[in-house]
């Protein structure tokens, strides 16, 4: 199973970027798909999660501004990033867990700057 997470980017502070997780292999009946970050200096933290029936949580500091979606045909999760912030600089890392087990995907580096 490999997750396979694109998207990243430099943008500008107030700029957008939308991020894509897709997994491939053999990998069914994804209960929970999630986009987590790291900063430099700083632990990995949750972003926002998605379960498979759609239900969906943020980190208070991107609530209104990063909207996290899915695709379960597609088995891809999704990260809309708005208004973006220099704090939302980091390493995003996408995860998937199915059948009892966790999957990460390599990372990919948001940098929020002007």
């Known amino acids: 199973v490999q997750l396979q997470a694109s998207g990243g980017g430099l943008v500008q502070p107030g700029g957008s970027l939308r991020l894509s997780c897709a997994a491939s292999g053999s990998i069914f009946m994804i209960n929970h798909m999630g986009w987590y970050r790291q900063a430099p200096g700083k632990q990995r933290e949750l972003v926002a999660a998605?379960?498979?029936?759609?239900?969906?949580n943020y980190a208070d500091s991107v609530k209104g501004r990063f909207t996290i979606s899915r695709d379960n045909a597609k088995k891809t999760v999704y990260l809309q990033m708005n208004s973006l912030k220099p704090e939302d600089t980091a390493v995003y890392y996408c995860?998937?867990?199915?059948?009892?087990?966790?999957?990460w995907g390599q990372g990919t580096l948001v940098t929020v700057s002007s």
């Open positions: 995860r998937m867990l199915a059948s009892g087990n966790k999957y």
């Open positions: 998605i379960t498979r029936g759609g239900s969906t």
